[in-house]
């Protein structure tokens, strides 16, 4: 019986023993795949910065793209439909019609020497004058026109 007893206990010994072996290297198995995932998780994590990066980066590009794709129509567009109104535009600069000479809003060939009144603006040539009743910059009614001598 002592024996027998004794065995078993050795045996139960050895078990337990064996089981906690076990279970140190299941601890340490699932401590090395915690690091494990721990690991890919920075890789992870490394990999999405970088994705992050590339995707800034084409989202730039993108809209830049963007920017130029959809400014290039909307430029085209007003060039071609409001051409005209532009390039008046370009003349609106008061400053511009002391220092260049500016021409008429209605022929564009001669010189704008008359004002229009009373709006005063000086975008009438004198040949121009007398067929136009509407300020050709500002569209309003034209009353009279005066025309202006340069020095
Ligand atoms: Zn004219
Ligand atoms: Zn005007």
Not at 31 to 47: D, G, I, L, N, P
Not at 67 to 93: F, K, L, N, R
């Amino acid at each position: 019986m002592r024996v027998k007893c004794l065995r078993e206990k050795e045996a139960e010994i050895e078990k337990a023993t064996r089981r906690h072996a076990e279970l140190e290297a299941r601890a340490a198995q699932i401590e090395t795949e915690a690091r494990a995932w721990q690991m890919r998780a920075a890789a992870r994590e490394v990999e999405a910065t970088s994705l992050q990066a590339q995707l800034q980066q084409a989202v730039v590009i993108a809209h830049g793209g963007g920017i130029i794709t959809t400014a290039e129509p909307q430029s085209g567009s007003v060039d071609g439909v409001d051409e005209a109104e532009d390039a008046e535009s370009a003349y609106v600069d008061p400053d511009r019609y002391e220092i260049i000479e500016p021409r008429c809003r209605i022929c564009r060939r001669r010189s704008a020497t008359v004002l229009a009144l009373p709006c005063r603006h000086l975008v009438l040539c004198k040949e121009c004058d007398g067929s136009v009743r509407i300020c050709p910059l500002c569209l309003s009614t034209k009353n009279s026109g005066v025309e202006v001598f340069y020095s």
